[in-house]
């Protein structure tokens, strides 16, 4: 166990749609990270949070967007859903300036858009 | 830019027999790396991990990975396999003392011949 929670586990949406995945950090951890695992790939970095604001991108359109809440919960949004969304959503949380750099992942949410 | 290559996508062993996973990766700083199992349904748990110093890295369940700063190598090694070691797994690499994205590797996943 992680003790990084995220809800709900499992989604159906219909293209166009938006879906917001929720995802609460392990205690003590300041920073979230957010990721996409296609069927039968490794995880890819969506974006990551560390206080509150984006800080760090990868390779999505800006229909993807995030939040993190002050006490460290976040939200991965997703907007005008299209097929290729259908993915596991990961969430990660860490602490900035504990050296290690460690990031603990959540079971994650099984997105699933027809 | 960093990357992570890992050879095989799938490797079947026998129960009791040598596990070698290989994992290469590219990166201009020095990094930190990373190896993580996903069971079926589950999200990312942290086998081990290499960050400075001793460059062979014990982790959880008999697993073992060395640093071969050399060969730019990451192989992930255990002794004896065991039936419920069946899972797949992602070498992984990020920036040296930064808070930031995980680059994963494709996954290899692992299969126990009884």
């Not at chain 2, 026998?14 to 290989?22: K, T």
Request: proline letters at 5%; charged letters at 15%.
């Amino acid at each position: 166990e992680t003790g990084v929670t995220q809800s709900p586990t499992h989604l159906i949406k219909t293209r166009g749609q938006q879906v917001t995945l929720r995802c609460s950090s392990q205690s003590g951890h300041n920073t979230v990270s957010w990721y996409q695992q296609a069927l039968g790939q490794g995880p890819q970095f969506i974006f990551q949070y560390y206080r509150e604001e984006e800080n760090g991108r990868g390779n999505f359109p800006p229909r993807f967007s995030g939040l993190q809440f002050p006490n460290y919960s976040s939200e991965l949004n997703v907007n005008a859903l299209e097929l290729d969304d259908s993915a596991l959503y990961l969430c990660a949380s860490s602490l900035v300036g504990d050296g290690e750099n460690i990031q603990y992942f959540g079971a994650g949410t099984r997105l699933s858009v027809l | 830019a960093q990357s992570v290559t890992q050879l095989g996508s799938h490797v079947s062993v026998s129960e009791g027999a040598l596990v070698l996973l290989r994992c290469n990766y590219s990166s201009s700083v020095p990094p930190y790396l990373f190896w993580y199992v996903q069971y079926p349904n589950q999200g990312l748990q942290l086998l081990l991990k290499y960050t400075t110093g001793a460059t062979l890295v014990k982790g959880i369940n008999g697993f073992e990975a060395e640093f071969k700063k050399s060969e730019t190598s990451f192989h992930l090694t255990k002794p004896s396999a065991h039936m419920s070691d069946a899972a797949e797994y992602f070498c992984a690499v990020t920036p040296y003392s930064s808070a930031s994205k995980i680059i994963f590797g494709s996954g290899t996943r692992l299969s126990i011949r009884p």
